[in-house]
């Protein structure tokens, strides 16, 4: 599902490594949208599971989150929007961008 996304998103937050050493800065999971609690202010949080077992993850989003539908780059409002009348929940895809460091989302990006 999506595999072009995801490995697009790959290349891009792992790149090659410059040196011996690679120090992972980011994670990409894949949920449906189902299992995405979305945030409901730009300053919130949201929630997903990356796998039918796994317990929920919370993360904070921040100003500088990008927020997408179908790869096109939205404002937070139409984002919210665009989700919360989305029909068909389990069979979308989204992509939560993880920044691990800071444990913020980067960006989410919803396959309408």
Same mark, same amino acid.
């Given at each position: 599902?999506? *595999? &072009?996304? *995801?490995?697009?998103?790959?290349? %891009?937050?792992? !790149?090659?490594?410059?040196?011996?050493? @690679?120090? %992972?800065?980011?994670q990409a999971h894949e949920v449906m949208?189902?299992?995405? &609690? +979305?945030?409901?202010?730009?300053? !919130?949080? /949201?929630?997903? #599971?990356?796998?039918?077992?796994?317990?929920? +993850?919370?993360? #904070?989003?921040?100003?500088s989150t990008r927020y997408s539908i179908? !790869?096109?780059? /939205?404002?937070? @409002?139409?984002?919210?929007?665009?989700?919360? +009348?989305?029909?068909? &929940?389990?069979?979308?895809? @989204?992509?939560?961008?993880?920044?691990?460091?800071?444990? +913020? /989302?980067?960006? %989410?990006?919803?396959s309408l």
């Open positions: 599902m999506n *595999i &072009r996304k *995801i490995l697009s998103v790959a290349v %891009i937050v792992f !790149g090659f490594a410059v040196s011996a050493q @690679a120090q %992972i800065v980011s949208l189902s299992d995405l &609690r +979305t945030p409901s202010s730009a300053s !919130g949080t /949201v929630a997903f #599971r990356a796998c039918d077992e796994c317990e929920h +993850t919370v993360v #904070r989003v921040t100003a179908n !790869g096109k780059v /939205v404002r937070f @409002a139409d984002f919210s929007k665009a989700v919360a +009348t989305a029909s068909n &929940r389990d069979d979308v895809a @989204a992509l939560v961008l993880h920044h691990l460091e800071s444990d +913020t /989302v980067e960006a %989410i990006d919803v």
